[in-house]
């Protein structure tokens, strides 16, 4: 009975993936044994790129020296397509919260766009009154401090300059009535 180590030795490299050996013969008593690393987690494309290990010899040749020759190349393609997974994932990762930010930066803007415009209108309409005389009704209009406590200082003048107008007394001494 023939004892080889052959497979034991395959399970030594420890790689991540399926090994696909074509062994073709050459000419001249040569062999030729093709050693490919394919691993089906990585969805990386770029890992199709990754050529074959190609080794010629004869029988003898290769028996003293294929594991010493396909160990590195294989253990870091192994290493590479692994790698390549990860940074995979993690791009993938990067792109959904990118977009997250992006979805919760465009609700912000939205939402911070309605709020000024509701601002504006209200001031505008306070302007509007205020031409026509109507002091109260423009004071009314002018948005409220807790609404919008990051215009405070415009919005307390705004209806400061309004109830001076509409609580002035009028050249006749009287309150004026609008």
């Given at each position: 009975?023939?004892?080889?180590?052959?497979?034991?030795?395959?399970?030594?490299?420890?790689?991540?993936?399926?090994?696909?050996?074509?062994?073709?013969?050459?000419?001249?008593?040569?062999?030729?044994?093709?050693?490919?690393?394919?691993?089906?987690?990585?969805?990386?494309?770029?890992?199709?790129?990754?050529?074959?290990?190609?080794?010629?010899?004869?029988?003898?040749?290769?028996?003293n020296?294929?594991?010493?020759n396909?160990?590195?190349?294989?253990?870091?393609?192994?290493?590479?397509?692994?790698?390549?997974?990860?940074?995979?994932?993690?791009?993938?990762?990067?792109?959904?919260?990118?977009?997250?930010?992006?979805?919760?930066?465009?609700?912000?803007?939205?939402?911070?766009?309605?709020?000024?415009?509701?601002?504006?209108?209200?001031?505008?309409?306070?302007?509007?009154?205020?031409?026509?005389?109507?002091y109260?009704?423009?004071?009314?209009k002018?948005?409220?401090?807790?609404?919008?406590?990051?215009?405070?200082?415009?919005?307390?003048?705004?209806?400061?300059?309004?109830?001076?107008?509409?609580?002035?007394?009028?050249?006749?001494?009287?309150?004026?009535?609008?």
């Amino acid at each position: 009975m023939m004892s080889t180590n052959f497979f034991n030795q395959i399970a030594q490299l420890g790689v991540a993936g399926d090994l696909h050996l074509t062994i073709a013969k050459g000419a001249e008593n040569n062999l030729i044994v093709s050693v490919m690393l394919q691993n089906e987690q990585c969805g990386d494309t770029a890992k199709n790129i990754i050529p074959p290990l190609t080794l010629r010899g004869t029988a003898e040749e290769l028996d003293n020296g294929f594991f010493e020759n396909i160990t590195t190349p294989i253990q870091t393609a192994s290493g590479l397509m692994i790698d390549m997974e990860a940074f995979m994932k993690q791009l993938e990762e990067a792109k959904k919260k990118s977009a997250m930010e992006k979805e919760k930066g465009d609700k912000q803007k939205i939402e911070k766009d309605a709020k000024d415009k509701k601002f504006k209108d209200g001031m505008a309409k306070a302007d509007e009154l205020e031409k026509e005389g109507k002091y109260r009704e423009a004071w009314m209009k002018v948005p409220e401090i807790t609404d919008y406590p990051e215009k405070a200082d415009e919005i307390r003048k705004r209806k400061t300059e309004l109830s001076d107008k509409f609580s002035a007394p009028s050249l006749f001494g009287a309150e004026q009535n609008v």
